[in-house]
Structures are given as structure tokens and as C-alpha cells.
């Protein structure tokens, strides 16, 4: 019943021998009672006015008792303990607006993301918005885009445009969740707008905002992966593939089967579950999909997920799916997956097949493998004689997967027979691939077979010849871990399958005798339960070690205590001889289930109070392992071994459940003639992770008991630094601690003694330098580090600069904006004292954490200011794009493209037009746009690379591409600029960005070369001075355009201009469409033939190139169209017409493998009137392979 309690002195008296689970509920019920006779409020004050213990606890007590005043006043309170009450009470209380709003003023960084948590629920839509445009003005885009969850949808849809390059990564996932269709309605927009080779960027950063909107519309993110998809999924929506086979399999087989997709070799494969449902949908597209994954191991599972009675059809339509691809056939390892009659009809014709071609041996033992054994073990067992050991290892794989394939256990009994007597005296290689082969069984065949006899090849049964082949292997003297390894396996196997089916034999099971699981439930269970222990005693005294692997992980239901009741006369024999090792070694096998089994749990407890020192600790773990129940048993434990409070496993229980007897391993020094701490090893201190759980004095005492660590000189250095990095979050004294170290004069804080070791009375050294800076680096950890950023930015010029700045960022989050702002423009306006290092960084946490007007003005001002280091100012120009759109950014951007220096130039090319809000994107194009022509040369050369990712945005940038390509005189490569023509030709964009019509970018480059080369140019000159028009308009419409349509209006325009023949027969020949109806392909080749009529060298140039281009590529729907253009050609009679027909003939039958119509064509061209069309005939093999 509780105490009568009506001030903060007597609740505090009363939670003092309290643990800190029952403190908290203590406190809520108490606080609750309190606010019904409207006693709380003095409470609530008297708590609040003292240390960070007591705010805490004011503030549950606030919370359970309805005080929401009392927590909407504390919505941004330093303390992150207080602050996450504060709030619960806004989502679960009635806490105004306006209180919420209130709180946002001047708040630092880490509680405005915390508000912004709070209010993406949506349910409050009226206030995110307001915020969301306050905070934009005040803050910036991304602090706006943290709110959008929380707002209306069609507020979101609004903004999001604009504010989508400030979400991050993680918050794609939030907003998708509450706007499934704004956030799909923008990803269809930027990727509409983005060229091809930003897309696999774009699909990465956006992942999880897809994945998490794909539930609610899975027909628009297929739409998304079709028209615009990636070449690889990235991993959030790869997870979510079974939504998209669900609403459209056929879908989603097409796109992973389509032969455009430039997937990775090794590319990500569905799991077993999706292909489940993929089979069971059976779309069209799916034997494309086997025949793309063919080679790896995603088909085996496609074809084991489908029924057998489908499998030999699919792997058919698998293999005429693949075409001319030799590499995708029915071999050894798919015929396996076949039902029986289709297994063997197939096995034999391959068996036929390579007799045929006299293959012996080798080559032909895993097809026999596939046959029934009456065939096939006569012929593997006569092959066993060979001499070759990896021969008659591979011969027992053969002979153990052949009786497999029969599911029937008297034939694997009856290997076994023969394994175990053959075996004996083998090498251990050979026995190893024996029980490899056994181990790859099904585990319900193996232990069918050991309770099968052996047959008319031996006496005893499947269980004695297994047993005798595992003893054999173990004593052999060459017994390598691998084999070792496959008979711990087998073992696991046997014990997992012989519980599991006792288990399901037995039905559900309790944990009394009575109901216990029979191990001899199934006529098999015996025999491989006998043999399963047999091995493990033998593997246990052959190693010295037991390791059981994950057995139970294998297990399920009650099939554990079959396993327990199997091993337990073992267990119990070594355990009289005091060896616990095989018990740790069962628990350990049993990972985090080994707590929920009665008989390991009272196994432990006796080795508990009997075990040696050496183990206690890891069984005192196991034994504690059950949350439910470790508050308890730690206490039982301490009542019988008091010491075992200094073991770190018990330490971890006491520091964060049972504090109430955390003062056990508190002591100054333990207790004399204690069992632990073993002499000569240090003391184990409890984790301060849980410090925040601990009284006051607890946390003194511990932290006192750290500082002693971190003054011994005799401690490790590592050791030393972590701890005191691992004290820091302890309220009040972490932070003591820290200053101690951090500073060079002490401190004089009197709550943690510094003792003889103190880093302020000596001479800094390594090791000081060392703790120093683990000091440093630690101080935004600790329960206020708002309050440790000035000490930090007071290291902005010493050597000491790194590691204060590596924690700067973090403090500075915690800290309010107005004092950051003194703090930075501090360290940024210094003329001396600061290094370089320090002022970038302090220009990006003004990005970071000052409101947009403050961190505007101060960045502008520096990164203008005469004599900025080149590196400061490239940093400053790098953030300059998060602050637009105002003016004194765009200022700055504009006289970094105007006058650098280089790394100004190149920090303005690290951003992609996906990184700006798309109002600000033509205006930052023309800036993209001006550093060819102002830069040094290889920032210029790096622009043109760039351009074409803006030439969407802005008319400058395509202009800027052409006039760098066209301008002979300029130092700068006209290739880089031509690349990037033919890109944005080839791309969707309208004209006159796209295409190569009359007035677009292409096409007015190709004018202006094709005039340069008509008036006359230099020729024979050095370093580009041999004919510079020529040579560049034959780069810029080289082989990279590969639109036939764009090939022959490109072509057209060359016509006029003789001297570009040889350009243009180029792209005539990559013009002709092979694939057109009748007459295109004739009326191609007829304008190609025609381009060199007077020209034989020429011509024979152009076959050639005529047979390259077109002998490669997926074969053609039907011959028939170019065929008939083929004959027409040799029917001209002419040179060069013969020439070309002989040229694409074969370019045809090549691609084609030699079917009767191209050979026949061919033989009918070696017949034309001019001997060199005949001789070049003649010289193509029809009848090569």
C-alpha cells in the first residue's frame, strides 16, 4: 500500500532502496494520487528546482499526472530526458498550439527536429503548415521539409517541389508514409527531367521514400521503373518486391528479364518468397527471367519453387527463351530438379550424346548420377578402381546424390554399407566428399536410412554404416578440419530432423514428463538419435571442444527436449567430472532460446554453484539470459555469491535493472578474500550506458571509481581514453570528469577526486595529449553539451583543434541559435589564430544551426572579405546554394564564376540540378555556363562535362557547348563539348535541345563546321593544326550516335560537302534498318551505295564497316526484308553493290548462326559478274559453327 507522501523529500526517501523500473512506477502512481487532491504542483516545483535526477522525475510525475503546464513550459528543455516527457504530454494531453509554436523560438537544432517528430503524425495539420512556412523564413528549407509529414496533402504537394533536395535520406520514408502519391507525383516529375546516367543517383537517394509509397500505388512505381527505372534496385525497394509481383507479376518479370537493362553482373536477386509468388503467377515474361539468371543461383530456386509437374516444360521454355545462347541448356544440375521419368528420358539422351562423341569418364558420371540406380551404380562402382583420388571422390558424390535422386532410404542405406566398408582405408579427401554427399541429403531421407537395413550389400543398418564411416573418418590420422566440419554438420542435422519430427509426432509439448516428446515417436528417431550422440562424444573427444553450431536455430515446438533427453546422460557424465564446457557448448547452440528450456535453465543453477572460476561468468549469463526473470535471479545469485557482483555479466543486470543492489560493486575497494574479482585482474567497472537509471550517489561513487582508472599510468592508453568517453553522459560528474581532462588548469570541482594521477599536475605528454583529446571529443556527449561549446571553439587555433572541432557540431546542435551566432562569427571574422580547417568548418555549422538571415550575413561577409583563404571561400561557396534564393548568395556564386580561384569553380560544379529547388536552377545554369569561358583550362575542360546536365534548364549551356565545339582557336577540347552535343541529341528532350532537326544544337554546330571546312582550313600544321574542322566534325558525329533516324538526317546535311564522304557513309551505314518492312532496307543501301558509286577503295572501307555494325545484336524477327535487299543489291550488278550485298550476307548468317538463307544467298553472290564481289564471297565460311 503506499506511504502517505505530500512533499519531495519524502518521495525521494522513499524511492531511495528502490530499482529504477520500480522508481518510475512508484512515481507515476504516487504523481497520480498527488494530482487528484491537487497536491502535486509544490511537488512538481520542489522537485524541479534541484539536480537533473530529480527534474526527471518531476517530469514523469507531471506526466502520468495530467500536470500539462508543468511539461508545456519544458517543450525545449535542455535536458533530453525531461524534453522526450515533455513530448508524450503533447501528443497525448491537450496542450495548446500556441505552447508548441512558443517553443520553436530560438530553439536549438536538436528540439526543433524533436517538435518536428512530434508533429508529422498528422495530427495537427493547421499548426505544421504555419510552422512549416515560419521556419522556412527563419531556418531554411530542410528544417520546412522536416514538418511536411505532418501536414495536408495538398499543402505538401505544394511545396514539396521546392523543398525536396533539403529532405534526408531518412525522412523519404515519413513523408511517403502520410503522402504515398505527393511524394510519387514529384519522383515522376524529376525523373521525367533527368538524364539517363543521373537516374541510378536519384533512385539511391529517394529509395526509401519509394519503397515506403510503393504499398499504396504499386502500378505507379512499376510506371516509375519501366519508363525511368534503374539499372540495379536499390535495397528499401528491392524489400518490397513481393508487393509488386502482388499487384502485377508479369510486370515485374519483364523488367528484371529486359536485355536493355545494364544490370550489374551480380546484380541483387528476389528471395525465396517472391519467387514463390512469381512461379505461382506464372507470367509470360518468366522463362526470360530464368534464361537472364540462369547462371546464378536465383534459377535453381525458381525451379525448385515450381511444381514438378511444370519444371520440364519451364526449363524448355527456359532454353528457347535464351535463343543462340549455348551457355543456357538442360545440363547435370537442372535435368536433377526433374520428376523421375523426365529425369531419366533426359539423362540418357545426354549420356547418348557425349558416347557419341566419345566422351568417357568423367563426363559422363554425373548424367548416370540421374538414372535409376540399377543403371547406374554397376558403372560408378567399376569406375572406382581408378588410380585418381579426386576421381573417386567425385565418383562417391555420384553415387550418394544417385540414390538420393530415388528419395528411397534403403538405397542410401545401402550406400552407406558400401561407403563404410570401401572407405576405411581412403584418403581423407575422398572420405570427405563422401560425407559432403551425405550431408547435402535431405535430413528426413538420412534419418530414414539409418533405421534401414543395408540390403544384399552388407549387414547392419544405415545407422551402423554411417556411425563406422564418421569413427573412421575422426581416427584417420590425415582427418582434416573440413571433414571434421561435415560430420559436426551431419550431426546437428541428425539431431534437428529426430527432434522435429518427434515434435510434430507428438504434438504440442509442456514441460512435464508426461507430455515430453517420445524420441522413438517415428520407427527412425532411435537409430539417429543413438548415432547423433555417439558422434558428438566422439567429435568431443576428438577436438577437445564441443561445438554444436546452430542447432537450435533448427529447432522448433518441443523437438529441444528430445534433443535434451538424448544428450543428457552425457551431459550428466561430464559434469560429475566437473567439465561444463559441452553444457555451455548446448546453450550456446541454442542462442537466445536457451532461457525458455526448463531442463538447461536447472542445468545451469547446479553448474553455478559448482563450476570453476574460469566459466562462472559465461554461466552466470546464460542463467541470466531470461529478462523476465533476471532481476530476480541476480539477487538469488548475490544472496549465495556476493562477489559475483564484480563479474561483468552480473554487472550489466545490477547497472541497468536491480540498481537497488548496484552498491554491491560499488565499493572503494572489495571486500577481502571475495571469490572475485580473481586477483591480478582488474576491476570490472558496471556500463555506463545505464547511468541515467542510478541515484545520484551511485553515479558519484562510479564515475569516482572511473577517474581512478584514468589516472593509472599502468592502464593501457585505449583503455583509459574509452572510459573516460564512456563516463560522459553521467550527469553532473561525467561532465566534471571531462573538464578535467579537457583543460589545462584543474578545475577545482572537489566532487570527483582528481587523486595522484591528475593530468593537470603534470607536464602534458603522450598520454595526456591523448586523454586530452578523448576529452575534447567527448564533450558534446555529456548531459549538457550546449555548455561545453565555448571551451571547444576556444581550441580554434591550437593543436588541440581536431578533436575539439570533431564534437563541435553535436554541441552546437544543442545549442540556441543566438549564442552559436556570437560564438561563430567569432571564430570566423578572426584575422589570426584560427586554422583553415576550423573556419570551413564553422562555416558549415552556421549553415547548419543560424537562422537564414544570420547565417547569410555572416557568410557573406567572409567569404567576400579581402585575402580569404582560397579553401574557406570554396567552402563558403559550396553552402552558398542551401541559402538561396537571397541575394548576397547569388552575389557571392556569381563573382566565384566570374573570378574564381579553381576550387571556387569546382565547388560550383559538385551540384546537380537535382540539388536545387527547381526556381533556382536556370539562374545557377548560367553560372554553370560562364566557367568554360572564364576558367583556367582544366576547370573549363570539367565544365563541359557538366553542361549537358543543364542544358534543360538554361538556353546558355547547350549555346556554351556549341560555340566551344565550333570555336577552332580555343585551347579548350572541342571533343569534351561534342560529347555532350550528341548526348543531349540522342535524349528526350524537345528540340531544340533534342534531335538533330533544322535549328537545333546539333545540327547549328554541324552548319558551322561544315562552313569552316567549305571556306578552307589549314592543313599539315602541328598540335591540331591538320584540317581542325574536319577532324572535329568527324569526333562529333562519330560512331556515339547510334539513332538510325538522326544517322540519316545527319547524313542528309553532309551531302553538299564532298570532303565529308567518308563521315557520311558512316552514318549511312548506321542508318540502315534491318529490322524496317520492305522496301527500307533496299532504299538504305541503295542511298549508301550510291554515296561511294565512284569510289572502290571507299567501298571496300564501307563493307567492311557495313559487316562490323551489323554481325552483332539479337537476332532478327524475320530475314525476309533484308534478305530480299541483299539479293536485289547482287542483282545490280555492280561493283559496289556487290561489295555491300556480300558485306551484309554475312554480317547476317553470323548473327543469325548460318541458316540456309544466308549461306544460300552467299553461294549465289559467288556467281556475280565482278571477280572482286566473287573472291570476297568465296572468301566467307558459311559452314563455320
Known sequence: MLAMISTADELLAVLEPLPHAARLRYTAVHAHRLASRGELGPVLAALDARGSYERRLAALAALTGGEWEHLAARLGDPDPVVRRYALRCARRLPVPDARIEAAYDDAPAVVRGDLARLLRDGRRPGLAERLALRVRGAYGDRDAARLLPGCSTEFTARLLPELAGSLAYEDWSTLAVRHPVAVLDHAERELADLPERLRDPWWKRHATGIAAALPAAPGRVLDLLERYGPDNLPGPVHERLGDLVAADAERVARWFADPGRAAARWERTPGRAVMRRLVAADPPSLPGLGARWFHRGAFDVLLRCTPPSRRAAFVDAVVAAAGPRRNVRAHDGVIAHLPAADRHSRARAAIEALRAEGETGWYLWGALALLPPAEARPELL??????????????????????????????????????????????????????????????????????????????????????????????????????????????VTLLAAVGDAAAAANGPTGTDDATRPDPAAGADGAAALRTAVRLVEALTAHTGTVDLGRLGHLLRGGAMDVVLDALGPWLDRVAARGDVMPLLALVRSCGRRAHRIPELRDRLEQALRSCPDGPFGEIATAWLADRATRGDRVAELLAWEPSAAFLPPVLAVLAAERTDLLDHALPENPCPGGRFPVAGTPRPLPPFRFADRWLPRQQQAAVRLAADVVADRGRGLDERAALLRAVAPVPTYGRALLQRYATSVPTGDTSVPTGDGDPASSSAGPAESALTAA?????????????????????????????????????????????????????????????????????????????????????????????????????????????????????????????????????????????????????????????????????????????????????????????????????????????????????????????????????????????????????????????????????????????????????????????????????????????????????????????????????????????????????????TAALAAVRALGDDGGLVEGLLAVALATALGIRHSWPDTCRATVVALRRHGEPEVREAAYATDVGAA
Open 775 to 1119: 576529452a575534447l571529443d567527448s564533450a558534446a556527449h555529456t548531459d549538457d553539451p550546449a555548455s561545453a561549446l565555448g571551451a571547444l571553439l576556444d581550441h580554434a587555433g591550437d593543436d588541440r583543434a581536431a578533436a575539439a572541432w570533431s564534437s563541435a557540431g553535436r554541441a552546437a546542435a544543442h545549442a540556441r541559435p543566438s549564442r552559436v551566432a556570437a560564438l561563430l562569427h567569432e571564430v570566423l571574422t578572426s584575422e589570426s589564430g584560427v586554422k583553415v580547417t576550423v573556419r570551413k568548418a564553422a562555416a558549415r555549422l552556421a549553415v547548419d544551426h543560424l537562422p537564414r538571415e544570420a547565417a547569410t550575413a555572416l557568410l557573406s561577409a567572409v567569404g567576400s572579405a579581402p585575402g580569404v583563404h582560397p579553401d574557406v571561400h570554396a567552402t563558403i561557396v559550396g553552402l552558398a546554394p542551401a541559402l538561396l534564393p537571397a541575394d548576397e548568395m547569388w552575389a557571392l556564386l556569381e563573382a566565384a564564376t566570374t573570378h574564381g580561384p579553381e576550387s571556387a569553380w569546382r565547388t560550383l560544379m559538385d551540384v546537380n540540378p537535382a540539388d536545387l529547388a527547381p526556381a533556382h536552377r536556370s539562374r545557377y545554369g548560367e553560372l554553370i555556363a560562364r566557367i568554360p569561358f572564364v576558367a583556367e583550362q582544366h576547370a573549363a575542360e570539367q565544365a563541359l562535362f557538366h553542361l549537358r546536365d543543364w542544358a534543360r534548364y538554361t538556353p546558355a549551356a547547350g549555346r556554351a557547348l556549341v560555340d566551344v565545339c565550333t570555336d577552332l582557336a580555343s585551347p579548350l577540347d572541342g571533343r569534351r563539348a561534342g560529347y555532350g552535343l550528341t548526348e543531349l541529341a540522342q535524349s528526350p528532350l524537345p528540340h531544340p535541345i533534342g534531335g538533330v532537326g533544322r535549328g537545333s544544337l546539333t545540327h547549328d554546330a554541324v552548319d558551322r563546321l561544315l562552313a569552316l571546312v567549305a571556306a578552307g582550313e589549314p592543313e599539315g600544321g602541328a598540335g591540331g593544326g591538320d584540317l581542325p574542322a574536319r577532324r572535329r566534325l568527324h569526333s562529333l558525329l562519330g560512331s556515339s550516335i547510334r539513332d538510325r533516324g538522326m544517322c540519316a538526317a545527319l547524313a542528309r546535311q553532309l551531302t553538299p560537302e564532298p570532303a565529308m564522304t567518308s563521315t557520311r557513309t558512316s552514318l549511312l551505314v548506321r542508318a540502315i534498318d534491318l529490322e524496317a518492312a520492305e522496301p527500307e532496307p533496299l532504299r538504305s543501301l541503295r542511298e549508301l551505295a550510291a554515296a561511294i558509286a565512284s569510289r572502290p577503295v571507299l567501298a571496300v572501307r564501307v563493307a567492311e564497316d557495313l559487316e562490323e555494325s551489323h554481325r552483332y545484336g539479337a537476332p532478327l524477327a524475320d530475314l
Open 382 to 491: 567399376a569406375a572406382l578402381g581408378t588410380g585418381d583420388s579426386d576421381d573417386r571422390g567425385t565418383l562417391w558424390d555420384r553415387l550418394v546424390a544417385n540414390a538420393g535422386h530415388t528419395r528411397d532410404p534403403r538405397q542410401v542405406a545401402e550406400v552407406l554399407t558400401l561407403a563404410a566398408g570401401r572407405l576405411t582405408n581412403e584418403r581423407d579427401p575422398v572420405r570427405g566428399e563422401a560425407l559432403s554427399a551425405v550431408a547435402d541429403l535431405p535430413a528426413p531421407l538420412i534419418v530414414a536410412a539409418l533405421a534401414a537395413g543395408g540390403g544384399a550389400t552388407g549387414d547392419g543398418t544405415g545407422a551402423d554404416a554411417l556411425e563406422r564411416l564418421c569413427l573412421d573418418a575422426l581416427r584417420a590420422r590425415d582427418c582434416s578440419s573440413g571433414t571434421r566440419d561435415t560430420v559436426r554438420t551431419l550431426t
